[in-house]
């Protein structure tokens, strides 16, 4: 079926008229007549009566003028969506992110992108480092915010975003909370450890090394985050954490900083994606944490 005469035939249905058809349509009314004619020829059936200044049509003119209708509406619904796609109003976007990013800055990230793009379909993954690089490289995520990786990736491009001041926490009525101490004094208290590859525990024994000390008693060895902070909260040991972890407990005088000399760490939190153009939704998103 020739759809640029069922456009005009349409346009005809619609207005009940060659002239005002022809005038939407920016071409002559002969032009309009001559190809509803073709579309007859090409169906072999009648569509239309002239009447009058108007047209009547016939049975078969008003079943194919109502799904006419259907099939441009749905192309100009198409065509809005692609619109939408292109600007990055719609489709789709994962993020796979380690567990720092994904639980402190994640949430207020995604909640303004989604009040400014609610068309679009935003879901994200919170795994290790490794496997939210992994993600990345194969399709399975468009962008990964990773923590604790100082190193450039040869199949990836890093945008830094911030570095997170590492700190040493205690109960708030432990003898060591809010006095400066050194290094040494401060190992001297046992320590909650993280479990094995951690960014903090890995943080901390590279500390230990680097100063030639030893490390601290593993008081504890726990696996997660929540579980270190519920143990030093309860009056436990130390702990070395991320100031965006323990932030809100400080604040609230539930965990207080012990001020160790010359021991100044912090955690990368970056930003990577693919050596590729963005998808459209994927570059709203980078606009978002460039505010």
Not at 30 to 56: D, Y
Not at 125 to 136: D, F, G, H, P, R
Not at 165 to 190: I, T
Request: with cysteine.
């Amino acid at each position: 079926m020739n759809l640029h005469a069922l456009r005009f035939f349409s346009k005809v249905a619609e207005t009940g008229s060659v002239t005002l058809a022809s005038e939407m349509l920016r071409v002559s009314q002969p032009a309009v007549t001559a190809q509803i004619k073709r579309l007859e020829q090409e169906l072999g059936i009648r569509l239309w009566i002239s009447q009058g200044r108007g047209v009547a049509l016939t049975d078969a003119g008003r079943m194919l003028a109502a799904e006419a209708k259907r099939l441009f509406d749905l192309e100009r619904s198409i065509e809005e969506r692609l619109d939408g796609i292109k600007e990055g109003k719609e489709g789709r976007l994962h993020i796979s992110a380690t567990y720092l990013p994904a639980n402190f800055l994640l949430p207020r990230l995604v909640a303004e992108y989604k009040k400014r793009h609610p068309a679009v379909v935003l879901e994200w993954t919170t795994t290790n480092s490794a496997q939210a690089l992994e993600l990345l490289l194969h399709y399975k995520a468009d962008i990964a915010i990773v923590g604790g990786i100082r190193e450039e990736h040869p199949l990836l491009v890093k945008t830094p975003l911030l570095e997170d001041r590492m700190c040493f926490v205690v109960h708030p009525s432990h003898p060591l909370a809010g006095k400066n101490v050194s290094l040494a004094e401060m190992l001297e208290v046992p320590f909650i450890y993280r479990e094995e590859g951690s960014f903090s525990r890995e943080q901390l024994l590279a500390l230990c090394k680097v100063r030639r000390l030893p490390a601290p008693a593993a008081g504890l060895q726990v696996n997660g985050l929540h579980e270190t902070l519920r143990v030093v909260i309860e009056g436990y040991g130390a702990a070395l954490l991320s100031s965006l972890e323990t932030e809100t407990f400080i604040t609230e005088g539930r965990l207080a900083v012990v001020h160790v000399q010359d021991a100044e760490l912090s955690n990368p939190i970056s930003a990577y994606t693919r050596k590729e153009p963005l998808s459209p939704a994927a570059r709203r998103f980078f606009e978002t944490l460039a505010r």
